[in-house]
C-alpha cells in the first residue's frame, strides 16, 4: 500500500506526463509542504503527519477562498477552490457529525474526564482517529459543550 506522500509524489509525475499545468502547480505546493514539514522536524512525516499538514493546507485555502469572494475577486477564490479539491483527494472519507459525536463520547468516557481540565486528554485521543476527516474546531467546539 502506498503511503500519502509516495500517491502526491505519482500523481505529480502524471500531471508532468498529461502537461496539467494547474494540477501540477497545486501538487508541487502540497509536497513543498510536506517537505517543509519533515525539515523543520528533521525526520520524515508518516501519514499522520502528511494528514496534518493537509488538513492545515485546506483550512488556510476555505479561508483564502472566502477572503477573495467577500472581496469580489472570483478568479483567485476559483484556483485556491480548485486547490481545495485537489488537496481533498488525498483525505481520508469524511465523518458525519452523528459519528464524530460518537467518538467524542467514546473518547470522554475512555479517559474519564469530566471538566474543562480533562479537555487536552480527550482531544489529544481523538486527533488520531478525526484527523483530516472533520473539522477540528468542530470537534473541539463539541468537547468543550459536552464538559462545560
Known amino acids: 500500500m502506498d503511503t500519502l506522500k509516495e500517491r502526491i509524489r505519482q500523481d505529480t ?19 513543498a509542504e510536506i517537505k517543509q514539514r519533515e525539515g523543520d522536524g528533521r525526520q520524515p512525516l ?15 485555502r476555505r479561508d483564502s477562498a472566502e477572503q477573495f469572494r467577500s472581496a469580489g475577486r472570483e478568479e483567485l477564490a476559483a484556483a485556491e477552490t480548485f486547490e481545495i479539491e485537489v488537496i481533498e483527494a488525498y483525505l481520508p472519507a469524511p465523518l458525519g457529525n452523528e459519528d464524530v459525536v460518537a467518538l467524542v463520547e467514546a473518547a470522554i468516557a475512555e479517559t474519564g474526564a469530566s471538566t474543562m481540565r480533562d479537555m487536552g486528554g480527550v482531544m489529544a485521543r481523538l486527533r488520531p482517529q478525526v484527523q ?16 462545560a
Do not use: P
Not at 502524471?14 to 509536497?31: C, E, P, Q, Y
Not at 483530516?132 to 464538559?147: C, I, K, Q, T
Open 13 to 31: 509525475v502524471a500531471a508532468m506526463r498529461s502537461r496539467d499545468r494547474t494540477r501540477l502547480a497545486a501538487l508541487r505546493l502540497v509536497a
Open 46 to 60: 508518516e501519514d499522520a503527519g502528511v494528514l496534518a499538514v493537509l488538513d492545515r493546507m485546506l483550512k488556510q
Open 132 to 147: 483530516g476527516r472533520a473539522d477540528m474546531a468542530e470537534v473541539s467546539r463539541l468537547v468543550r459543550g459536552r464538559l
